[in-house]
């Protein structure tokens, strides 16, 4: 099986659109804390005892005091009782920020044991911290994941997230495959909603026994194994002389006249009575001049 991934901009109100900051801010405030929950675990337990520099004793302290993911996943109980709103956000999407974190220290442990530089999970700031997101089928709701077969084009469908609201969403293509989990992302201004798709397995291509090696050259564009020759099309060389003498006409023309512009765009032909931009300009700035004594026109104008 491949994963596919379809992305579509989000469409939604001034009250959704501070709900969806409200949601992303609390779930990055979740991830920091469990972040400083597991470093203050293996700094207390681990990193303080006496035995911390014997390897055997190292593991075993860790073993015995380190929090894994499991445990933080029980935790989001206790957490709801004491901070309320966090029951205002849906618990798949707080299960799915404790398996972020989660796969931040297994990616951690999996560099540092490759000998590779280990890079610690860090902090998540407020411009790094810009998506959360829906890991099955609950907490979210589609309107359609196709567009009608007599419509082409962008069609507008509705978006439905627990807790949150209705957003609009246009399906500029179909969505194919079955959905596995739904991201909302933050980019600038502008929300995404980004469908993990699972499809099948992509169709071979097939068999041709009629292969036939390319190889690009100097004075034929390319050779074919079968000795076939491709020619160069040489757009420029076909055309260098008409567009030297283009330029040289150019060259004596005055800067900015009527003749100037006609060269430079040939395909735009003035209408009988019309002027050019500048001079119309100048000529409604002229027609609105008056005298500073009596309020009459000027002669002339």
């Known amino acids: 099986m491949s994963i596919k991934a379809y992305k579509y901009r989000l469409y939604a109100n001034k009250q959704t659109m501070e709900k969806l900051n409200w949601v992303l801010d609390r779930c990055r405030e979740l991830y920091n804390a469990a972040l400083q929950e597991r470093r203050d675990a293996y700094e207390i337990g681990v990193?303080?005892?006496?035995?911390?520099?014997?390897?055997?004793?190292?593991?075993?302290?860790?073993?015995?005091?380190?929090?894994?993911?499991?445990?933080?996943?029980r935790e989001l109980v206790e957490i709801k009782e004491a901070r309320p709103e966090y029951q205002e956000i849906t618990s798949h999407v707080s299960?799915?920020?404790?398996?972020?974190?989660?796969?931040?220290?297994?990616?951690?442990?999996?560099?540092?044991?490759?000998?590779e530089q280990p890079g610690y999970p860090r902090f998540q700031g407020r411009n790094r911290y810009d998506s959360f997101t829906y890991p099955d089928g609950a907490g979210w709701k589609l309107e359609a994941q196709k567009r009608p077969t007599d419509k082409k084009g962008i069609v507008k469908v509705n978006l439905r997230l627990t807790k949150i609201g209705t957003v609009k969403?246009?399906?500029?293509?179909?969505?194919?495959?079955?959905?596995?989990?739904?991201?909302?992302?933050?980019?600038?201004?502008?929300w995404y909603a980004i469908f993990t798709c699972e499809i099948g397995k992509p169709q071979p291509f097939p068999v041709c026994h009629e292969d036939v090696g390319i190889d690009l050259g100097v004075t034929h564009f390319a050779a074919l194994s079968n000795g076939e020759f491709i020619d160069h099309p040489r757009y420029f060389r076909k055309a260098q002389k008409k567009l030297a003498k283009a330029q040289q006409a150019l060259a004596w023309k005055t800067y900015?006249?009527?003749?100037?512009?006609?060269?430079?765009?040939?395909?735009?032909?003035?209408?009988?009575?019309?002027?050019?931009?500048?001079?119309?300009?100048?000529?409604?700035d002229s027609t609105n001049l008056f005298s500073m004594q009596d309020g009459q026109r000027l002669p002339g104008w």
């Open 256 to 284: 900015r006249s009527r003749t100037s512009r006609r060269r430079l765009h040939p395909n735009k032909t003035k209408q009988p009575g019309s002027t050019y931009p500048m001079e119309q300009a100048q000529k409604q």
């Open 169 to 190: 969403l246009h399906l500029h293509r179909d969505i194919k495959g079955r959905i596995k989990t739904v991201t909302i992302k933050r980019e600038g201004e502008h």
């Open 95 to 115: 299960q799915d920020v404790i398996l972020r974190l989660k796969r931040a220290y297994d990616d951690f442990f999996r560099r540092v044991q490759n000998g």
């Open 47 to 73: 990193k303080r005892h006496p035995n911390y520099y014997d390897d055997e004793s190292r593991t075993r302290l860790t073993r015995e005091h380190a929090i894994g993911y499991y445990e933080q996943k």
